[in-house]
């Protein structure tokens, strides 16, 4: 009989509650003004789960406290040195270590299923429904552990953002999809290692597959599916660990990864099946198209030229990019706009889901610049504005900018909704150098329109200058 029917009900009760923190976490996460009090639902419904999960199981508590220690102290010691640009790297390096978790919990089970109480006494093989939870959890989590392996080198530079097109990679990965349902299927009725340690090599090579092929400015996409992914893995093996609190949370993370996955496919004009399919990024090998350099003329402005020309202006709407998360700017960028309203213009700051390389990452760095949040508008909310604006400030925000999107079919990020700063009187676009392209590898036409100044060096140099301009 499974343990989970043995449950006592103080213990159902705790996780019930655990449960439900985990559901004020995800609604307190929802906004940047209660992210804090989500966090703090979310913390201590985790303690709750994790405290009555090992007072049910009172055994190797000895290993299990120096386990924690061990990775309590590392992820201590990650959270003290990671720099926020490298925040979505480290999303996705801790994703696959929750879907190597699951791969492990699963290959435990399998080996020594009388401990994990899933084995029929009576046929000594495991428990059917048991091997549908593993089949499941094994797969799910090796496809997002070796998934999120290789986000994390396209992230951290270690492998190309372009996307890598194998020839015949959909019938490839149809063909192996297929084949691991069908093993999954089998395995009901053969509970031999072969087709568990099948599955699992499978999944980890279709893992690999679907996420080669997506490039650079799909990534924040890949990272909330991966998201999605880690949690239904945790799910298939909170139901073979008996685990209620597992359950609860791994369908709570899924789910609302899938619906944020699908937000962002909507917000870039993407079809949510086909991320779910991998290699969405194109086929066409429209980035090198698009991103080819033409020498064409366009102005240089300086920081006493943007400080005049904001410092004139009754509405400056700032668009941040991942240019601002590297070079640190946000909290010299919400200096320069508190001058700005000091002087009597209008300050809003206008965030593209899909800026920087994870969801709300531009939220964020505003947030920990303590930007106000009813000065920061998402796209739908503000794209009107840009035709009214005296200014669009534009620092480290490319593809989300690029009139591409909306004109040129052989651009990969065709389609995708952008901010329509080149609507504004005047454009100011930060950006290191003319010499490189966005992270879609596709050039600008906003750098070379005529209401359109560059301002180019490092951004957070380049707004420290406008500050001490404004100043002066």
């Not at 040195?81 to 791969?103: D, N």
């Not at 949370?249 to 099946?273: D, E, P, Q, W």
């Amino acid at each position: 009989m499974h343990e989970l029917a043995a449950t006592p009900a103080w213990a159902s009760l705790a996780y019930l509650i655990s449960g439900v923190l985990f559901i004020l976490a995800l609604r307190g996460l929802s906004s940047p003004a209660s992210s804090r009090r989500g966090n703090r639902f979310g913390m201590i419904g985790m303690l709750i789960a994790v405290a009555t999960t090992l007072i049910l199981h009172g055994t190797g508590l000895v290993e299990i406290a120096i386990a924690i220690a061990i990775g309590g102290a590392i992820g201590y010691i990650i959270a003290q040195r990671i720099a926020m640009t490298a925040m979505p790297q480290l999303v996705a390096a801790f994703h696959s270590l929750v879907g190597l978790a699951a791969v492990l919990v699963a290959g435990a089970a399998f080996l020594n299923p009388g401990a994990f109480g899933i084995l029929d006494l009576v046929t000594g093989h495991i428990h059917q429904i048991s091997r549908i939870e593993m089949g499941l959890g094994v797969a799910i989590g090796a496809i997002t552990f070796s998934g999120s392996v290789i986000a994390f080198l396209k992230l951290n530079g270690n492998m190309s953002g372009a996307p890598i097109m194998l020839p015949g990679r959909h019938v490839i990965n149809l063909g192996m999809l297929a084949a691991i349902i069908g093993l999954i299927g089998y395995f009901l009725t053969d509970d031999a290692q072969w087709v568990f340690f099948t599955i699992t090599a499978l999944s980890f090579v279709i893992g690999f597959l679907l996420i080669i092929p997506i490039g650079g400015a799909d990534m924040p996409v890949v990272v909330s599916m991966l998201n999605s992914y880690s949690g239904w893995a945790a799910a298939a093996m909170g139901f073979t660990l008996h685990n209620t609190a597992m359950i609860v949370t791994g369908a709570l993370v899924g789910s609302s990864g899938a619906i944020l996955s699908y937000i962002m496919c909507k917000a870039m004009n993407r079809s949510f099946i086909s991320v779910i399919a991998g290699g969405f990024g194109g086929d066409s090998g429209g980035a090198t198209a698009g991103g080819q350099k033409v020498d064409r003329p366009w102005k240089r402005g300086s920081a006493e030229d943007a400080a005049f020309l904001m410092g004139q202006a009754e509405q400056v709407i700032i668009v941040p990019g991942y240019g601002m998360a590297v070079s640190q700017a946000q909290h010299v960028l919400r200096e320069m706009g508190d001058l700005l309203k000091e002087a009597g213009v209008r300050v809003k700051y206008a965030i593209h889901p899909v800026a920087g390389r994870m969801p709300g990452h531009m939220n964020v760095l505003l947030a920990e610049a303590n930007v106000p949040y009813d000065e920061v508008f998402e796209l739908e909310d503000i794209n009107s504005e840009f035709s009214q604006t005296d200014v669009a400030f534009v620092i480290g925000a490319n593809d989300v900018t690029n009139p591409a999107a909306k004109t040129d079919k052989s651009s990969p990020i065709y389609g995708m909704p952008i901010l329509d700063v080149e609507k504004a009187k005047t454009v100011l676009f930060v950006k290191r150098s003319m010499g490189g392209v966005g992270y879609a590898g596709v050039d600008n036409d906003v750098f070379y329109m005529d209401n359109t100044m560059m301002l180019l060096g490092d951004a957070k140099k380049m707004v420290e200058e406008i500050v001490k301009a404004i100043n002066h």
